[in-house]
C-alpha cells in the first residue's frame, strides 16, 4: 500500500463492530490501542447510541480492557447535549431514560418554555399522543428545531428488528414540513465537532460502517479505513463512490497502517 | 366578485372533519349551508378520508348534529380499499382504529400479505408499529397501504398527528413506497365523480386541507375551495404549489359562493 506523507493528527475510532461486539472486545483491539496510544496522537471514540450515555459507555469499554478517558467519547447523544447548550435550547427530550444522565440540567422545562425537539430512542414516547405533541411544538413557531440523535431505520433487538429514530423523524418531518438537523454519524457536524481544530484532511476514521462512518468521513475530507468486523457485510467497500482509503481485515491492521505512516512522517521530519 | 364563475357547477364534494364539524360539534353556519346547497337541486358528497368511524357511525353523528345526510353521501377510502383487497386477494395486517375493524370483519386477515394503515389514533403505539414493519420488512415484495396521506387534524387536544406521519415512518423503516387510498389519490375523487354522474369542470371541493382537499381536486379538474375553519393555518394561503381558486371564512361563505356562481 502507497503510504502518504501527510501527519496524522487525530484519529477517530467507531465503537460497537470495531473495538468490541456487545460485551467482547475484537481480537487484538486492547493491544493495537495500547500501540496507537504509544504515538500521542489525539484519538476520539465516534459512536451513535441512543441508549448510553457517556459514562455507561466509558465503564463498558474500561470494563473491556481499553484505554481511554472519559472525554475522548463523542456519541451522538453527547454530541446532541452539547448543541442544545451552545444554542440554549430549552428541549423537549424524547431519548431513553439510560440517556438523560448526559443532559442534566436539560430535562425539566416545562411544556410553555421547551423550544426543541429532541429525537433519541424512547419506545415508551413513540406513540400518537407524545409525538402529537412533539407536532405541536415544531409548529409553535419559527425556529423550533427537530434534533435527531441519528436518523437508523432499525436496530436489532433481541426479539428481532425495531424501529429507530428515524422512523420517527421522519413522521414529525412529514407532518410539520420542517427538517431535521442530524447529530450522530453520517452527519458532517458530527464529524466536524469531534475533530475540534484539526483539519479533516489530516484526520482518519476507522468504523465497520462503509456508509455512515466511512462515506460520512470521506465527504467532509477525512480519510476513512473499514474495518471487516462488527456489521460489516462481503462487498460493502464497493457500496460508497470513492472507496475506502483503506479496508482492513479488523482494527489492528488499521492501526498497522497509521503506525506505518506515522514512522515515515516522523522519519521525514 | 365571484371567483368562481361556473354557471355549469352541478357537484360539491364536501370535506367532512373542519369543514362540517370540528370534534363533536358542528361548525358554525355549516349545517345552513348543506341545506342550501341541497336546496339548490346540487349534487353533494361527502369526502371523507375519515378513518376512526365506519361511515354509518359518521353519517348517524352528522345526523345527531342536524345535516341532512344519509350513509350513501359519505365517501370514505375503507370501502375502496375493501373491494380493492378482494379483487387483488390481499390479507391485511391491519394497523387501524378499533372503531372501524367491524368493515374488515369479511376479510381474511390470517398469514398476512400486505399491511394497511389507517387514522389508528391511540392504536399508534410503537410495538403496535413495529409489528407493521416486522411484516413489512420480511416480505419479498412489501405492499403497504394508507387510508390517506393526511398530515395532522384538529381534534379536542389540539393538532394531532394523521396517518400520513405514521406511513411516512413505515416507509422510510422498510423502504417501500406506500399506495394511498382516499384523498388526494385521483382515482378517489374521479370514482366518486363518476358515481355522482357530474364532469370534474362542474364539480367543486371545498376543504380545510390545502393539499389533500384543494390539491387532490384541483389536479383532477375540480374547483378547489379552502375554508379557514379545522385544521386551517394562515401559512396555507401562501402554500407553494397549490392555490386554491378561492379562500374563504367556513362552509357558509363557500356556499353564498357557490351558488352566487350558477346565477
Redesign the interface.
Known sequence: MASRKVPIKAVLIDLSGTLHVENTAIPGAVDSLKKLRGTGIPIKFVTNTTKESRRCLFERLIGLGLELRKDEIWSSLWAAQDLLRSRNLKPMLMVDDAALEDFSGLTDYGEEEQNAVVIGLA??M????Q??KA??LL?TGAGVPLIAIHCG??YKRCD?????P???V????????CHSEVVGKPSPTFFRSALGDVDPAYAVMIGDDVKDDIGGAQAMGMRGFLVQTGKYRTGDESRISPGPAAVCPSFSEAVDILLKEYAQSEGDS | MNLLKNPRLNGVLLDVTGVLKDGGTAIHGSVEAVRKLREAGLKIRLVTNETQVTRRALAENLLDLGYPVQELDIVSPCPALISFLQRENLRPHLLVHSNVLPEFEGIDQSNPNCVVLGDAAENFTYEHLNEAFGILINMKKPRLFSLGRGRYYSDKEGLMLDVGAFTAALEYAADVKAEIIGKPQPEFFRSTLKDMGVEPEEAVMVGDDVVSDVGGAQDCGLTGVLVRTGKYRPSDEKHPTVHPDAVVDDLAHAANLILESRK
Open positions: 419506545p415508551s413513540f406513540n400518537f399522543s409525538l402529537s407536532f405541536r409548529l431505520r432499525y428481532g428488528l425495531a424501529l429507530g428515524g422512523p420517527f421522519r413522521a414529525l418531518e412529514y407532518a410539520s414540513g
